[in-house]
């Protein structure tokens, strides 16, 4: 097989992945699907854990964020050496339906959204939309569950206003979350059902939940029906929603899949990073930390005191805080520091930020720049401008929620946050050669 075709595949796959992951939800589950199909054990949070020297197991909370860990063959005696960390995010900015959402104007039935992270409003317009996230309801048996749902089917639109009405719109148009996002679902008088009965039809329809009885609540989000696609007059590049940060996630998985069994691996992928992680789920919540402790704890190095046991091991650990980063755009590249600006298809970029934006600092930044070495990729560097804000990760939060030594790195993208971005080919699968170095993984990348 080719180089080309090896790389044609692996970025249909993780195409693949994005597609089949339209909420943070839904990306959890793949992930855990993932996992489960290549031999992990799923642990439950709310049962005591057997962990085995040698095993390989991941954890989901609030069904959307999820832990993949490897205990390495030696246990204790390699554990101790620390452990190697990869984290991403699940979520990506969105319209979120809100609890009552029905409106009833000018014939139209619309949706009452709220906006989810910091999205760019203007690429959700005519866009062919569909619905999908968690839903809670009450079974005909009186059980309470919970399910996900994803109908696939271009259910909504939010149309333009036609330029002829605005004559200004391209001087300047802005959009008002409140009164211009709601999509458009129908026409009202075709089918009268409220917002709950909808959902409950869908149970039944899309999730096959013929005893869903009632809807007492859901996270449901709108998401663009219109497929991944590899484009650029060379297949140069892969353009798809939600690559940040769903692709991080996939490339950690991937390389967490081949780990070794010399030392302790974890993937963390945590949902609400895009409204600044502070949730039970969330990167700056206590999930990273408890499941570090039960680990460490089930693998003792000798020493009395749990501080000093959870210390010793962290102190030998390093994240890869992995999320994309801002590749310079041609038509817009005064908005880049000169010496900062990383080009797509020209390898992972390391971001730095002398605020603490971003958790790199000289020594991480060198083990990361190690790795690239070994796995034979090139690397960049990104810094911003010295008279604009940073944007940050669940790095720096990490770093200081439990005192891990961290670098921020991910591929170069353009219109992040955007419905649709922007990626090169070719930096996907350098970045997952970098994360197979890091894992110990020994014979060289298909
Ligand atoms: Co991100």
Redesign the pocket.
């Known amino acids: 097989m080719s180089e080309q075709i090896s790389l044609m595949e692996f970025n249909k796959a993780l195409l693949q992945f994005i597609a089949d992951s339209p909420t943070p939800f839904h990306a959890c589950d793949s992930l855990a699907a993932g996992f489960a199909q290549a031999g992990f054990t799923r642990l439950d949070e709310a049962s005591a854990w057997q962990l085995r020297a040698g095993g390989r197991y991941f954890v989901t909370r609030n069904d959307a964020s999820l832990i993949a860990f490897t205990i390495p063959a030696a246990g204790s005696a390699a554990l101790v050496n620390g452990i190697r960390m990869t984290g991403a ?1 699940t979520d990506s900015p969105c319209l979120r339906i809100k609890p009552q959402p029905e409106l009833r104007r000018n014939n139209y039935v619309q949706l009452g959204v709220e906006v989810y992270g910091g999205a760019l409003y203007n690429p959700w317009f005519d866009r062919d939309l569909s619905i999908a996230g968690r839903v809670d309801f009450l079974r005909t048996d009186g059980r309470l569950e919970s399910c996900l749902i994803d109908l696939r089917e271009p259910v909504a639109v939010i149309p333009s206003l036609a330029i002829h009405l605005d004559r200004e719109a391209n001087q300047g148009r802005t959009v008002n979350a409140q009164q211009h996002l709601p999509p458009i679902l129908s026409i009202t008088g075709v089918r009268d059902e409220g917002f709950d009965e909808l959902v409950l039809r869908w149970l039944r329809e899309y999730a096959g939940r013929p005893e869903a009885d009632r809807v007492l609540g859901h996270e449901l989000s709108l998401y663009d029906t219109q497929p991944p696609a590899i484009i650029g007059l060379h297949r140069e590049f892969i353009a798809s929603a939600r690559l ?2 769903l692709l991080s996630c996939y490339l950690g998985m991937q390389a967490m899949k081949e780990a070794s069994d010399e030392a302790c691996h974890l993937l963390v992928c945590t949902d609400h ?2 409204v600044g992680s502070s949730s039970a789920a969330g990167a700056n919540g206590p999930f990273l930390r408890a499941v570090l402790e039960r680990i460490i704890a089930a693998f003792p190095a000798g020493s009395a005191n749990p501080t000093e046991e959870f210390e010793r091991v962290i102190r030998n650990s390093l994240l890869l805080s992995v ?2 980063a801002h590749g310079i755009h041609p038509n817009y590249a005064d908005k880049h520091d000169g010496n900062h600006g990383p080009v797509l298809n020209q390898g992972p970029v390391i971001k730095i930020n002398a605020n603490q934006r971003y958790a790199s600092s000289s020594s991480s930044v060198a083990r990361f720049k190690a790795l690239c070495l070994q796995a034979d990729v090139p690397v960049q560097s990104f810094v911003v401008r010295s008279d604009m804000g940073c944007g940050s ?1 669940i790095g720096p939060i990490t770093a200081t929620g439990i005192g891990v030594e961290t670098v921020d790195v991910g591929v170069p993208t353009f219109a992040m946050h955007s419905i649709r971005e922007l990626a090169g080919s070719e930096d996907a699968h350098r970045l997952y050669r970098v994360l197979r170095q890091f894992y110990g993984v020994r014979d060289p990348a298909a």
């Open positions: 995010h940040d940060n990073e895009e999320d994309n990760t």
